[in-house]
């Protein structure tokens, strides 16, 4: 298998912390698939810290890394966003989003300042993160006769294919997701079967 087949991203939520003249960076790393997850996260969080003065983000999305943002949310443009964008990509990272919530010390720091507390803080979160390596999969439906049934389980099982969902009426409808460094092979498969996926 070829590097770029996999891609890294973080278990589960993790948290960091930054301290600069009193402003306080609370930084939250969580894995996403979808900006619906992104929007669900920043909603938790403003009501969670509603006193805070910024909720500063950034997330990458897409096993090519194609989809990402940053938002400064009121600091100076370019202080705060970018630098949680480029701490995600430091780590090479994907379906991550980063929000660091701060809470104003009395000091300005300046730009050099914001740069550095909202990347310390978000890398303090990502260091704080369980990094895993996942495979991208390929959702796969398609249905098949009893006859046919056993020839497919079989297969499903020597190579690890996890089934999603299935239904038995007339027919045997299936639902899996395949890795996509195998999705080649099990589409050969079950053409020598005579089955086709539904598009």
Same mark, same amino acid.
């Given at each position: 298998?070829?590097?770029?087949?996999?891609?890294?991203?973080? &278990?589960?939520?993790?948290?960091?912390?930054?301290?600069?003249?009193?402003?306080?960076?609370?930084? !939250?790393?969580?894995?996403?698939?979808?900006?619906?997850?992104?929007? &669900?996260?920043?909603?938790?969080?403003?009501?969670? !810290?509603?006193? #805070?003065?910024?909720?500063?983000? #950034? !997330?990458? %999305?897409?096993?090519?890394?194609?989809?990402?943002? #940053?938002?400064?949310?009121?600091?100076?443009?370019?202080?705060?966003?970018?630098?949680? @964008?480029?701490?995600?990509?430091?780590?090479? =990272?994907?379906?991550? =989003?980063?929000?660091?919530?701060?809470? !104003?010390?009395? &000091?300005? =720091?300046?730009?050099?300042? @914001? %740069?550095?507390?909202?990347?310390?803080?978000?890398?303090?979160?990502? &260091?704080?993160?369980?990094?895993?390596?996942?495979?991208?999969?390929?959702? %796969?439906?398609?249905?098949?006769?009893?006859?046919?049934?056993?020839?497919?389980?079989?297969?499903?099982? @020597?190579?690890?294919?996890?089934?999603?969902?299935?239904?038995?009426?007339? $027919?045997?409808?299936?639902?899996?997701?395949?890795? $996509?460094?195998?999705?080649?092979?099990?589409?050969?498969?079950?053409? $020598?079967?005579?089955?086709? %996926?539904?598009?």
């Amino acid at each position: 298998m070829t590097q770029h087949e996999k891609y890294k991203t973080i &278990k589960k939520q993790s948290e960091g912390f930054f301290k600069d003249q009193n402003s306080k960076f609370y930084a !939250f790393a969580f894995p996403v698939e979808s900006e619906d997850e992104i929007h &669900k996260f920043r909603n938790q969080l403003r009501k969670k !810290f509603y006193d #805070a003065r910024h909720h500063v983000y #950034a !997330f990458v %999305i897409g096993e090519d890394k194609s989809t990402f943002r #940053a938002s400064d949310d009121g600091e100076p443009h370019n202080s705060s966003g970018p630098p949680v @964008l480029n701490a995600i990509k430091s780590f090479d =990272l994907t379906n991550v =989003l980063v929000i660091v919530v701060r809470y !104003f010390g009395g &000091k300005k =720091l300046g730009i050099p300042g @914001l %740069i550095n507390a909202y990347r310390t803080a978000a890398e303090d979160a990502l &260091k704080n993160a369980e990094i895993i390596e996942k495979i991208p999969v390929i959702d %796969i439906e398609f249905q098949c006769e009893f006859t046919q049934l056993n020839n497919v389980l079989q297969y499903v099982n @020597l190579n690890n294919l996890k089934i999603l969902d299935q239904q038995y009426d007339e $027919k045997c409808h299936l639902h899996l997701s395949v890795d $996509k460094n195998k999705y080649e092979d099990f589409i050969d498969f079950l053409q $020598k079967l005579n089955i086709s %996926i539904n598009s």
